[in-house]
């Protein structure tokens, strides 16, 4: 009896030596199933041998004692977004962009890293030269009314620059796709619904310097008559309105606030 007891005794001193061949005195945090990540000591079910260092070995138990601690989960931590670009082309409807970038990647099973970069519809309305541009947009481009604070404002060139104005539409048709924008600057699309009343906001630059009016607001159109919109942003977002009327300012609910690009 004592010759087993002291024999316990010697193999109890063993066990700290033996245990050390784990994760992280081997250096191994290993991706999916990987029967090479392999080490020696202890399981989670009390047993002593082969051990392993992958991500599977939590779902298998047979990860080696010190793998939570040598290969802790650690998700991707992405950048604040940077500022909006300008419009990729002037005198057109094309789109600005806003990137981030990763400053931690993924480990051990973590998060995965999410889109680096949005791009958002837009519309420049002066030249490179900073010529005002000439062309006409049909059928009214219109964004979420958010998008005016954001928008670079100019000057005319006289200096008295009209004051914007409001044009109240009735929806009468909306394409399936604008319920379907899942992105975040597209996600003010998921209040267009047929039959509600909206308010579009017309402002400088949108505002044309000869006609005073924004492009599509439906000025001289009959009553009732169907006029034309689109979401910038969404292209297979779109559809028809009717104009109500024309007042100095907006006064509908934020989500059903739009304006003129």
């Not at 029967?35 to 599977?56: E, N």
């Not at 991707?76 to 990647?105: D, F, L, M, N």
């Not at 977002?237 to 509908?252: A, H």
Request: hydrophobic share 30%; charged share 20%.
């Amino acid at each position: 009896m004592p010759g087993r007891a002291a024999a316990l005794v010697l193999a109890l001193l063993a066990l700290p030596r033996r245990a050390a061949a784990g994760c992280a005195a081997l250096g191994l945090c290993c991706p999916g199933r990987d029967p090479s990540c392999l080490g020696t000591g202890w399981r989670p079910d009390g047993s002593y041998g082969p051990c392993y260092c992958d991500q599977a070995c939590e779902h298998t138990l047979d990860c080696c004692h010190d793998y939570a601690r040598a290969c802790p989960v650690m998700p991707c931590v992405v950048s604040q977004w940077s500022v909006w670009s300008g419009c990729a082309e002037p005198c057109k409807t094309t789109y600005r962009v806003r990137r981030r970038h990763v400053i931690q990647e993924p480990r051990n099973g973590g998060e995965v890293c999410p889109p680096l970069e949005e791009r958002a519809g837009c519309v420049e309305y002066w030249t490179e030269q900073g010529t005002e541009c000439k062309q006409y947009l049909i059928p009214a481009l219109i964004t979420t009314g958010g998008f005016g604070k954001a928008r670079k404002k100019r000057a005319a060139d006289d200096g008295n620059e009209r004051v914007g104005y409001c044009v109240e539409f009735q929806l009468v048709a909306i394409t399936p796709a604008c319920l379907h924008s899942h992105h975040s600057y597209t996600h003010w699309m998921q209040y267009l619904r047929e039959g509600h009343t909206v308010c579009v906001e017309c402002q400088h630059p949108a505002l044309d310097s000869k006609s005073l009016h924004c492009y599509g607001d439906g000025s001289g159109s009959k009553k009732n008559q169907l006029l034309h919109w689109q979401a910038v942003g969404n292209p297979r977002c779109r559809g028809t309105w009717k104009r109500i009327r024309q007042l100095d300012t907006c006064s509908c609910p934020s989500v059903h606030s739009f304006l003129f690009i």
